[in-house]
């Protein structure tokens, strides 16, 4: 019966330990796409927002993002967040290179920001991918791992997903009341 109860401790310690090991364990932020109730739809452009939920540790505020998007992307624009300063290069290789850097307060770790960004869609219909980078004073995200099944060595989703949108053709688009929403810049969002 006493070796029950030390192992039934033993094992309620353990719990307790592993418990309080992902309590403690840093919040993973995710880029996210929203597309705010419209279709991105094959050689036409319209408005997406890339979402960032938080700072990069409790302790450590958003300073910097940056996304990238492949040359299938025939045009970026980001449009203008309060207190951001956006710029957008063509990469190499083709493709588009944004970059955001605050310019004011760095904005705290439990707060959403929203990148608006004008976009000329891909030409053909499929699944498209933005890598995305952020920043914080002394630690930083780069959130490129393509969502998977789970294997028995990797989890499904993986910790730093790769934001994807998916790009339909303009015959398969389903006519919808437009959405009437407002995007603020920044919003509470606790995890």
């Known amino acids: 019966m006493l070796k029950r109860t030390l192992v039934a401790c033993a094992m309620s310690a353990l719990g307790a330990g592993v418990l309080l ?6 919040a993973q932020a995710h880029g996210i796409i929203d597309l705010k109730g ?4 094959a050689g036409q452009s319209s408005v997406m ?12 505020p958003t300073v910097q993002v940056e996304a990238f998007v492949g040359s299938p992307w025939r045009a970026v624009k980001p449009q203008a967040v309060p207190g951001w300063k956006s710029k957008v290069t063509r990469q190499t290789k083709g493709g588009w290179h944004i970059t955001w850097v605050n310019q004011g307060t760095p904005i705290p770790f ?5 990148f608006p960004i004008s976009v000329a869609w891909p030409s053909k219909p499929g699944t498209y991918g933005m890598s995305v980078m952020q920043l914080c004073p002394g630690s930083s995200y780069y959130w490129n791992s393509k969502n998977a099944p789970a294997t028995a060595d990797t989890p499904s989703p993986p910790l730093t997903p790769r934001p994807e949108v998916l ?4 015959k398969d688009v389903v ?3 437009p959405k009437a929403t407002a995007t603020p810049s920044v919003s509470a969002h606790m995890h």
Request: hydrophobic share 50%.
């Open 49 to 60: 927002t890339l979402e960032i939920q938080h700072g990069c540790l409790p302790s450590e």
């Open 110 to 114: 439990g707060t959403a920001t929203y």
């Open 38 to 41: 419209t279709s991105a739809v």
């Open 21 to 26: 090991g992902a309590v403690a364990a840093p």
């Open 167 to 170: 790009v339909i053709a303009a």
């Open 175 to 177: 006519a919808a009341a």
